[in-house]
T-cell receptor, first 113, second 115 residues
Framework: GDSVTQMEGPVTLSEEAFLTINCTYTATGYPSLFWYVQYPGEGLQLLLK?????DKGSNKGFEATYRKETTSFHLEKGSVQVSDSAVYFC????????????FGRGTSLIVHP | NAGVTQTPKFRVLKTGQSMTLLCAQDMNHEYMYWYRQDPGMGLRLIHYSVGEGTTAKGEVPDGYNVSRLKKQNFLLGLESAAPSQTSVYFC??????????????FGNGTRLTVT
């Protein structure tokens, strides 16, 4: 079946540091890929998405590129802020079958001033 | 501009009690989902629905029942609560016809404690 693997956290950074959160997936065909963010006490919200190979999703300074050859969708940001502290989830949606998405386990990011 | 609304926000139950969690969405979404979130386990799908009157089991359905009598509402029931059901429950919804391309919209969760 489909699966999503994320790097384990927590990831702890100082403000203005470069961020990478790794995400790899296993799926039949070419799913759509998503990053969601969960702030404390809230539900998940969409951060960015990519629907086909080589697409780059971007939002709020975050970027991720759909890499078919390495089945990866790593999240990056050039300069993190304290307000970026949250849990980040990578997810895929298959383009067929039940269309039910699969989520990674989430990666906690802590940014210190 | 409500989106997905979950009620209640918090609840404490004694073992063996029953309760229903309500999820309402105002975006005319076809698909609705119930997840539970536990430390170190990420999100686990309990049940889902692909349209009014339909329900299907997810990854961890035991001990839960659901109903989708109206398109905008998705109810999650616990008939006899157990301490293992202590968790944060999230409802989500998405479009159906292009579900693979459609992100999920989440509610803010219900924190349930079973003593």
């Amino acid at each position: 079946g489909d699966s999503v693997t994320q790097m384990e956290g927590p990831v702890t950074l100082s403000e203005e540091a470069f961020l990478t959160i790794n995400c790899t997936y296993t799926a039949t065909g070419y799913p759509s890929l998503f990053w969601y963010v969960q702030y404390p006490g809230e539900g998940l919200q969409l951060l960015l998405k990519a629907t086909k190979a080589d697409d780059k999703g971007s939002n709020k300074g975050f970027e991720a590129t759909y890499r078919k050859e390495t089945t990866s969708f790593h999240l990056e940001k050039g300069s993190v802020q304290v307000s970026d502290s949250a849990v980040y989830f990578c997810a895929l949606s298959p383009k067929g079958g039940s269309y039910i998405p699969t989520f990674g386990r989430g990666t906690s990011l802590i940014v210190h001033p | 501009n409500a989106g997905v609304t979950q009620t209640p926000k918090f609840r404490v139950l004694k073992t063996g009690q029953s309760m229903t969690l309500l999820c309402a969405q105002d975006m005319n979404h076809e698909y609705m989902y119930w997840y539970r979130q536990d430390p170190g386990m990420g999100l686990r799908l309990i049940h889902y629905s692909v349209g009014e009157g339909t329900t299907a089991k997810g990854e961890v359905p035991d001990g839960y029942n659901v109903s989708r009598l109206k398109k905008q509402n998705f109810l999650l029931g616990l008939e006899s609560a157990a301490p293992s059901q202590t968790s944060v429950y999230f409802c989500a919804s998405s479009y159906g016809t292009a579900a693979y391309n459609s992100p999920l919209h989440f509610g803010n969760g219900t924190r349930l404690t079973v003593t």
